[in-house]
């Protein structure tokens, strides 16, 4: 999936923000090694520099580009959970709405499993069972009504799942919940759009210009009820786990 880094920056900030809850979860340990995977475009990991030595991993060229520029001071490499050394290199192992892009956890936390020191510590949040149901129902009947087919490009688990995936995989599951966190979108009455320009780029992808702008009238329509007070507040629902390697 291509990223707008700067739509991202402008409009979704919020992802890094919401981020923010998890570094209390942190040790503070200045020799501690820190990655923050699926850094995006390095908010963070500026972050996760006050807690040891991090080094921030997207998969997205473009977003590590950006980084480096925001960030010139920081180390960056493109990669993924899936792409990690099998030797054990980091403390501590960080990432924030990233783990419902990979379909296949249980590969991605043996991975990420193998890439941990022992006593090294998962520490994560993403999409879990329901986040965005309303939204992600009301693009696939606006993209019918065109003649397109939404692709479900999402994983987002319960957590029994995902804490049987944790345990299948070695680690020492220490926190494990899901939370439901209604979002407000930047931008107003564009902000729904915006969101879905991103989010459901592939599929918008396959459309003419007019057709994309007849999907996204069509999608406010279908959730309506997302328009609180002049803002539309997306029905995000979180899974946070933190999980140690013995």
Known sequence: MHWNTQLYDQK?????????????????????????????????????QDYGQ??????????????????????????????????????LIFSNAVFHWIPDHPTLLAHIFQALKP?????????????????ETGFAQALAQVGGTHQQRFNFPTTDTFGQALTQAGFHVKH??????PTPLAAGE?????????????????????????VL?????????????????ADYQRLQAVASKP
Request: net charge negative.
């Open 54 to 91: 991090v080094t921030g991993m997207d998969a997205s060229i473009d977003m590590i580009a950006k980084a480096r520029q925001h960030y010139p001071q920081l180390k960056f490499q493109v990669g993924n959970g899936l792409t990690l050394a099998p030797t054990p290199q980091y403390d």
């Open 176 to 181: 494990l919940v899901t939370f439901k966190r």
């Open 190 to 214: 564009a902000g729904l759009a915006n969101w879905a320009r991103q989010f459901f780029a592939p599929d918008l992808a396959h459309l003419t210009a007019a057709q994309q702008t007849a």
């Open 119 to 135: 006593g090294g510590q998962l520490i994560c949040e993403f999409g879990g069972a329901g986040n965005i149901q309303t939204i």
């Open 12 to 48: 979704h900030n919020f992802v890094a923000k919401y981020g923010e809850n998890l570094l209390h979860f942190l040790p503070q340990a200045p020799q501690q090694t820190i990655l923050d995977l699926g850094c995006g475009t390095g908010t963070l990991t500026a972050e996760l």
């Open 217 to 233: 009238a069509q999608l406010a329509t279908n959730v309506s009820e997302l328009w609180q007070n002049g803002t539309w507040i």
